[in-house]
């Protein structure tokens, strides 16, 4: 299993588990030793905490024949299979894949992947035991493919059970998330993140946990790919705008060139920060100078417009519409 394409990974698929995945694990483990296990089970939770590494080491205990405290023992012949990539009942990602016609890779899951799947759990389980299969990220399905899953969902075959992975996880239907048993990653406490990235050799860790809202995944990822600089970027950018210092035209050329959505990410922080910092009867370092209403209304619009970028829009048109409305009058 892997992370969406194209994504940055900060806690990859056989990495040891976070210890905020604990929780998440033991009852997971605990409904597999019960028999009690769901059909459909929701992972969620913000990027970068470990959703996907706890999901493969999941579907690696139940296709292990010999688990030992929970976990796949690794030798037995279901672990060997699954790591040859030949476990009959393995049943393959439904992810992001290039268009069959032109060669580009799609930003959504389509119907005919979720049909794909579905006439793969009809059948039965060779091993006679546990069919598997994972859709990630499921909030990129599009509502045909979400109308064709929530068929299979209303109707589960014997040993089956789908793992949806969703960063965002409000983008599905509220009748496929009612039919799953939902578990979310929060993001942990202070100390707990400072020690996770201390151990990963990140020290002094403050100030990426305060640019990622506490994430200590992301925070990690910011530390090796210049993301404190791309933050910095877009506070100066933000700030130009409002001070009608920079081209609306200029900065969003720049930032869809360089991870745009990181980029609104920040924003959004940025932006909610300045709001928190007005509420709170002080300024913060960045602040655009906008009325509250119009810096929460400027973040929401970020949000969306980062979310609307997995979509079809023209990264660089709708960033610019965006970038636009910071301008003065």
Known sequence: MSDAPDEPVA???????PPWCGAAWDLLAARAANATLPHALLLCGPAGLGKRALADAFVRARLCESPHDGHACGVC?????????????????????????????????????????????????????????????ADRMNPAAQNALLKT?????????????????????????????????????????????????????DALLAATGGNPGQAWLL???????????????????????ARAREV??????????????????????????????RRARFDPGWDAATLAARARAAGRLRAGLNGPLRSDLALFEWL?????D
């Open 11 to 17: 806690i990859a698929p056989g990495d040891p588990l």
């Open 252 to 281: 969003s050329k720049t930032w869809a060139g360089d991870a745009p959505e990181q980029r609104l990410e920040q924003a959004v922080r940025l932006l909610a920060g300045a709001l928190r910092a007005r509420a709170a009867g």
């Open 77 to 137: 012949r279901g672990c060997r299979l699954l790591a040859a990539g030949s476990h009959p009942d393995r049943v393959r990602q439904v992810t992001l894949e290039p268009n069959p016609k032109t060669g580009v890779m799609r930003k959504e899951i389509v119907v005919d992947q979720v049909r794909a799947l579905s006439a793969r759990l009809a059948m039965a389980s060779q091993f006679g035991g546990w069919q598997l299969a994972v859709i990630d990220p």
């Open 223 to 245: 530390a090796g790919q210049g993301g404190m600089q791309r933050r910095q970027e877009v506070a100066r950018d933000l700030l130009a705008l409002a001070a009608g210092q």
């Open 153 to 205: 969902l209303e109707e589960p075959s014997g040993a089956s059970l789908i793992v949806l992975i969703a960063d965002q996880p409000w983008r599905l239907t509220a009748t496929i998330r009612s039919r799953c048993q939902r578990l979310d990653l929060a993001v942990p406490a202070h100390a707990d993140a400072l020690a996770w990235l201390a151990a990963r050799g990140i020290e002094s860790a």
């Open 324 to 328: 636009d409305g910071m301008t003065p």
